[in-house]
């Protein structure tokens, strides 16, 4: 699997519209309290994205690179402006936190975020020097109908239509989620998830090169403990975008111990 030694592994816990400023606070203490346990380092990175009124709260447990990372839910495609109700990149910079999900489908299906609107996000988040979590993925129908790939890669060329070679490296991390797969109780089998990141993976490395292969892919959809580990072991799966799950500190942090490599790190 090229690259595969040198990919970090993420859980990344989107806690969507939950947890008002004292629930996040405690949940995010509970994790970072659970991190060592979970086995998070250079190898594993774990995050949480709060709604934006609890990222204060949940800014004090977050520390610093391999520990808790701060993450927020969207992005605005400008810093600042005359655009009532946004947040842009530099705001979320300072608001301490390292970088957005961006794409969501959520997004996409309830807040009309086109993808001309998410490759401009995309492009403000990268420029600001912030990590960015894209999410791509398909419908049922396109699913049923094998056009499940075609659509993916349809969302990934106009995502990365504006992004120079030298934006794709470490902070930019993908995320796979069937939206057939969210909220539904059904979860891609492990076949299917690897499949789709390998296309994925392929795309990538035609247009960029090992810097595009070696992109981190998390999979979302219906993510829980007691399927994390079966989707890691199908390969090409480096961790997870979690919904539901993550709202509970020892489901986010069961998931990452079921992600975590088993091989010793590095030198």
């Known amino acids: ?27 995010a203490r509970i994790v970072a309290d659970g991190l060592a ?13 709060p709604p934006y009124l609890s990222i204060a709260a949940a800014r004090p447990a977050c520390r610093p690179a391999s520990e808790l990372w701060l993450f927020a839910q969207d992005v605005a495609a400008q810093d600042e ?14 608001a301490g936190c390292a970088g957005s999900i961006i794409g969501h489908s959520e997004r996409r ?14 492009r403000a988040t990268l420029d600001a020097g ?9 419908r049922l129908e396109a699913r049923d109908a094998g056009e499940h790939e075609s659509v993916v890669i349809s969302q990934l060329s106009s995502a990365f239509a504006q992004i120079p070679p030298e934006l794709v490296g470490p902070r930019l991390l993908l995320a796979y989620e069937p939206v057939w797969a969210i909220g539904t109780g059904r979860t891609a089998t492990p076949e ?7 296309c994925i993976r392929a795309w990538l490395g035609e247009r960029y090169g090992d810097a595009g292969r070696d992109r981190s892919l998390l999979y979302g959809g219906s993510v829980k403990p007691d399927n994390a580990g079966a989707l890691v072991a199908a390969g090409d799966v480096d961790g997870f975008l979690v919904g539901g799950a993550s709202l509970q500190a020892p ?5 990452a111990k079921a992600t975590a490599p088993t091989q010793s790190p590095r030198p």
Do not use: Y
Request: charged share 15%.
């Open 130 to 138: 912030l990590h960015a979590v894209l999410c791509v993925g398909e």
């Open 192 to 198: 299917q998830a690897a499949a789709m990141h390998r």
């Open 37 to 49: 346990g979970a086995g998070a380092g250079a190898e594993l990175r774990i995050g949480i994205a």
């Open 251 to 255: 489901s986010l942090l069961a998931i």
């Open 81 to 94: 402006g005359a655009f009532t109700g946004e947040v842009g990149p530099q705001m979320l910079a300072a």
């Open 109 to 122: 299906a309830l807040f009309g975020d086109t993808d001309a609107l998410v490759a401009a996000k995309l």
């Open 1 to 27: 699997m090229p690259g595969a030694a040198s990919r970090t592994r993420w859980v990344l816990g989107n806690w969507k519209q939950n947890h008002l400023p004292e629930a996040a606070g405690n949940c």
